[in-house]
C-alpha cells in the first residue's frame, strides 16, 4: 500500500509540474501577444459568418464549405523543425528537419528511432506515458553508455506560417514563428533524501487526519444524501405505483367505453345507411310519380282545352234553333204575303173588270194571252221549285262531301305530327336503352372497386390495428427489458473497474443464430437470461454485489460446475439439426454452459414432424412456430411464440433486436397509415362517382319511363285517330264518286235548263201581254198603278223570304250533322278526362305518401346523424382520453425503469406469510414513533422557507426552461450541421474509397438516425470484387484503405495543416502504395506530410527525404532535398568540363559536412 501511494504521489507530481510547465509558457507566449489579441479575436469574432452568441456562450460557425484542394493556396501552418533533446534514443540535442511545405518521408532502418518522432510530438501535446509506448513517464529519458547520467527529456516543434502560392518555393511569412515545447525532468536520489528529511512527522499526521476526516465527512454526507434520496425514491415508486395503476383503470375503461360507443356508432352507421337507401328509392319513386303526374297534367289540359272548343262548337250549333223559328216567321210571312197578293190581285181583279167594261176587247185579249201566262206561270213556278229543291239537295250533299274531306285531312296532319313526335321520342328510348346499361356497367365496376378498396381498408384497418397491438407489446418488452440491462451494465461496469471478476456476459448475448431459429431458441431456452460466470465463487460475489446495490437478483451458470460431455456424431430421425449445433459461439469456453442450458434439444420444420419423430423415441422437440414437446411427452404451444432471446451476431441484444423490430413495425405502421389515407381519398372519389351515376342513371329511366308513358297514350290516341280517320276516309271515298251527287247536280242542271227554256217562252208571252197592257195601261193606270206597285213588292218580299228560308234549311241539315258529331267528341273527351282525372288523384295520392314516409325516414335520419356526430365527439374524447392516460402510463413506466423488478421464480419464493410479518414489523415501528408538538412551529417555520424556496424554484425553473431550450436550438443547430458535414463526408469517401481501390465501395450511416451522438457511426466498407463488412472484419491492408480513405475524405471536408503518419504502407502491395503514394502526391498539396515508411514506392515521390540513423544506441538524422539535389547534379555536371578540381573540393567539403554535422542539409 505505502509502495503504490508513492508511486501514485510520484506521478501526481509529475503532471503538477508539466501543468505548471505548460501554464508558464502559455502564460509568457500570452504576454507576448495580450495587447493584440484581444482586439484580433474581437474583430474575428465579428467578422465570423454563421456565428451566435446565447446567453454569453460563444457558438463558433460552421466549417468553410470545402473547395478544390488541388488549387488551393494561401496562407497555412507548417512544422519547420523539431528539436529534441534526450529523449528516448535521441542522446544530446538532435533537429530533425528542415520539413518540406508538403510531402515529407521519413526513413530508415528498423530499430533507428522513426517511430521516437511521433511520440516525440504526441509528448509536446501533453499524451500520457502509455500512449508513447512507455510505462513510465521517466522512462523516455535517454539512457546509453555514452550518456548514461541524462535528467531531462525536452522536445521543441518550432512552427512557421508560410505563404503557398502554389509553386516549389517556400514563402516565409516575417514574425510568425513561434514553438511549442514541453520538459520533463527527474530529481536525483539525494535530493530526494534531504527534501524527505525537511519534512516534519506531525505535518504528515495533521495531513493524513484532515484527509481522513475530510473522507469522513464526505462518506457521511453521501450516506444521508443517499438515504434522503432513497427516501425520496419510495415514495416516488408510491406515486408512480398509484398513478400507474389509475391509469391502468382509466385505459381499462376507455378502452371498454371505446369499444361499447364503436359498437354503437357502428350499429346506428348501419341503421343510417338502410335509411338513407329507402331515402333514395322514395326519392325514386317520388320522381316516377311526379314525371307521370306531370304527363297526365299536361294530358288533361290538352282535354280540358279540347272539351272547351267542343263545347264551344256544341253551344254555337245548339244555337241554331233560333234559326228554325226564323223559317216558321218566313213561313208566316210568305202565307201572310201570298194572302195580300190574293187580296191585291182580287183589287186588280175588280179594277180590270171595270176596265174591262171599257176595254173588253183588249181585255179578252189580254185575258186569253194572259191565261196563257198564268197557265205557263203555273208550270214555271213549278220548274222553279224543282230547280230551287234540286239546288238545295244538292249544296246540301256537296257540303257535307267537303266537311268530310276536311276532316280526314286534319286528321292526317294530326296522325303526322303524332308521328313525328313518337319518331322523336323512340330514338331517346332507343339511346337511353343503350346508356343505361353502360351507365350500370360503369356503377357496378365503380361497386366492385369501391367493395375491393373497402376490403383493403378493412385489411389494413385490421393490420394497423394488429402492428399497434404488436408495437405495444414490443414496447412494454423493451422498457421491461431495459431492466435486464440495467443489471447487465452495472455488472459489466462493475467488471471493468476491477469490482468484479470472472463475468462473461448473459447467456443470450454470448451466441449468435440465424434469423430462422429465434423463435425456436426463446421458447425452448429459458436460461437465455441468466449470466455466465467462470467459477462459483464469483457467482456468489455477483449475487451480493446485486443485494448492496438494490438491484433485482438473477441467475448465474457457474463454468466450474457444469460437468457435461455431448456427441457431435450422433445421427438424429430425419436428419433434423440440433439447436445447440445451430449456434454460433465465439468464446468456445461457453460452450458448455449453451449444452447445459439446451441439451439435445431438436428443431422440427413443423408440429407434424415433430409428432412423427417423437412416436419412434424419446426427444426434446421444438418447432420453429415455437411449438414444444418434451421428453416425457408434454406438449406447449400456441399464443404469441417468444423471440428476441437471441441475436443473428453475438454483439447483438434481444433489446436491441426489439428496438430494431419497434423501429420496422413504426416504419410498417406509417406506410399502412399512408396507404390508407390513399385508399380513404379513393373511395371518397367513388362514393362520389357512384352517387352521380346513380343520379343518372335514375334520371335516364325516369325519362326512358316517361317517354314509354307517351309513346303508349300516343299509340292509343294514334290508334283512335287512325280508326276515326279509317271511318271518315271510308265516308270520303263512298261520298267522292256519290252518283247521287252526281245525279242531283245533273237533276239540278236540267231543271234550270228547263226553267231557263221556260222564262223565255214566258217572256214572249209577257211582251204581248206588255203591249196589250201598255194600252190597257193606258187606260188602267190610274186604276191598277198602285195596286201593281203593291204586289210588285209582295212578290218581291215573297222571293226574297222563299231564299232566305231554303238557304236557312240546307244550313240546318249541315248543322244537324255537325253537332250529332260534336256531341259523340264531347262524350268520348269527357270519359277520358274522367280517367286522367282518377290517374292523377291515385298518383297524388301515392306522391303524399311516399312524402310522408320520406319526411318521416328524413327525420329518422336526421337524429340518427345527430346521434352519430355525438358518438364520433364521445369517440374521439375517449381516444384523446386514451392516447394521454398512455403518455401517462408510458412516462410513469420509464419512470419506474429504476424500480427492482422481481422475475416470476423470485416472487414464487416469496410466501405471504413473509409478507404478512413484513407488514407487522412496519405497523410496530410505526406505533413506536411518538408525535412531537413543538414541531408545528417549526413546520410554520419551514413552510415559509419553503414558499420562499419554491419561489426561488420557480425562477430557477423559468431560467431552466430558457436554457432548456436555447439548448433544443443549439442540439437542433449541432445535428443540422453534423448531418450536412457527415454526408458531405460519406459522398466523399464513397468517392475516395472508388478511387483508390478501383472499384470498390464504402459508406457512412447513423446507428441511429435519430440520436447520432449516443450511438455513434458505422462503418461499412466494400473491397473490390468482395461483399461488405463492417471494419472490424476488415484485413490489414483493407482496413488501412478504408482508414486513409476516411482520412482524406475528413481533410476534403475541414483541412487540417499537419498529417503525421507511422509506416501506413506496411500491409499494402506495391500497387496499393503506389495509388497512396501518387493520391498523396497530386491531391494533397495544401497540407504538410510527414509519413514514414520503408517502401521505395512511397518515398521516392516524397518531397524531402529525412534520414534517421543510429550509432552506438545515439539517433541521428540528415536530410536530402530531392528538389536541391536534382538542381546541384545539373549545375555539377555544367562545371565538370571547365574546372574538375573545383568538383573534387565540392566533394570534399560536402564529404567533411557531413562526418560533422549529421543534422545538416544535403545541398
Known sequence: ???????????????????LNRSFRREKHQKSRTSCSANDFEEDFHEDQGTQIIDDIYMPPPPVQPTNLEDQTGKRLIIETIEIINFKSYGGKSIIGPFYKSFNSIVGPNGSGKSNVIDSMLFVFGYRAQKLRSNKISNIIHNSEKLPNCTFAQVIVNFVMIDDRGDEKVNLIEDSRFNISRVYETVKRAKCEAIKALKLENQKKIEESKLIQFNRYRIKKKMASQEAQKKEFDLEVEKLKQIAEELDRNIKNSNKEYSEKNDSYKKVEKTYEEYKEKILEYDKKDYI????????????????????????????????????ESIEEFQESIENLQQNLVEIEKLINQATETAQDECSEMIKNRDEINHKLMKFKTDQNDKLSAKNKAYNEYMVRKQRVEDIQAKYDQLQSKIKQINDENQEKTKMITRYEQEIPVEKGKQKDLNRKYEKLECQRSSITKEINQKNDELSALKDFVSKSQSRDQIRNALMEAKQKGILKGIYGRLGDLGAIDKKFDIAISTACGRLKNFVVDTIENAQKCVEFLKENSLPPVTFIALDKIKVQWDDDVQYPENIPRLFDLIRIKDERIRPAFYYAL????????IDQAKRITKNARYRIVTLKGDLIEMEGAMTGGGKPRSGGMGQSIAETETDTSKEFIADLEKKLKNLL??????????????????QSFKDITFMEDKLQSFRLEVGDSDQRLKQLKENLAKIKSEADQNKDDPQLEKLRIEFEKAESIYEKEMSKGDSL???IKELDEKIQQKLNKKLDPLKKKRKNIDKDLKENQSKMNQILSEMKAYDLSLKKAEENLSSDEKLKQQISEELEELQREKQECESSAKEIGEKCAEIYEKMQNLEQEIDSIRKSIKENDLKLNDTKNKQLDLNLFEEQELERISPEQIEKKIQKIQADLEKLHPNFASIEEFKKKNVEYKNKLNELREITSKRDVYMEHLKETKHRRFKEFRQGFLLIARKLKELYRTITLGGDADLEFVDSLDPFSEGINFAVRPNKKSWKNNINLSGGEKTLASLALIFALH???????????????????????????????????????????????????????????THNITGTVVFDWISFDSLLKHRDSERNKNSRGQEILSQENSKNLDSQPNSVIQ
Do not use: C, W
Request: zero cysteines; charged letters at 35%.
Open 599 to 606: 441439451r439435445d434439444t431438436l428443431v422440427a420444420e413443423n
Open 1 to 19: 500500500m505505502p509502495i503504490k501511494r508513492k508511486i501514485n504521489q510520484e506521478r501526481d507530481d509529475d503532471d503538477h509540474r508539466q501543468s
Open 1052 to 1110: 476534403y471536408y475541414k483541412p487540417s495543416p499537419l498529417y503525421i503518419m507511422d509506416e501506413i504502407d506496411a500491409a499494402l502491395d506495391f500497387k496499393n502504395v503506389s495509388i497512396i503514394a501518387n493520391y498523396i502526391k497530386k491531391r494533397t498539396k495544401n497540407t504538410q506530410f510527414l509519413i514514414i515508411s520503408l517502401r521505395n514506392n512511397m518515398y521516392e515521390l516524397a518531397d524531402r527525404l529525412i534520414g534517421i540513423y543510429k
Open 766 to 768: 209577257e211582251e204581248s
Open 674 to 691: 399512408e396507404e390508407r389515407q390513399q385508399i380513404d381519398y379513393q373511395i371518397e372519389s367513388i362514393r362520389e362517382e357512384i352517387s
Open 289 to 324: 310519380i311526379n314525371s307521370k303526374s306531370k304527363a297526365a297534367r299536361d294530358k288533361l289540359k290538352k282535354l280540358n282545352k279540347q272539351i272547351a272548343e267542343s263545347q264551344k262548337k256544341l253551344q254555337k250549333l245548339q244555337d241554331e234553333p233560333v234559326k228554325a
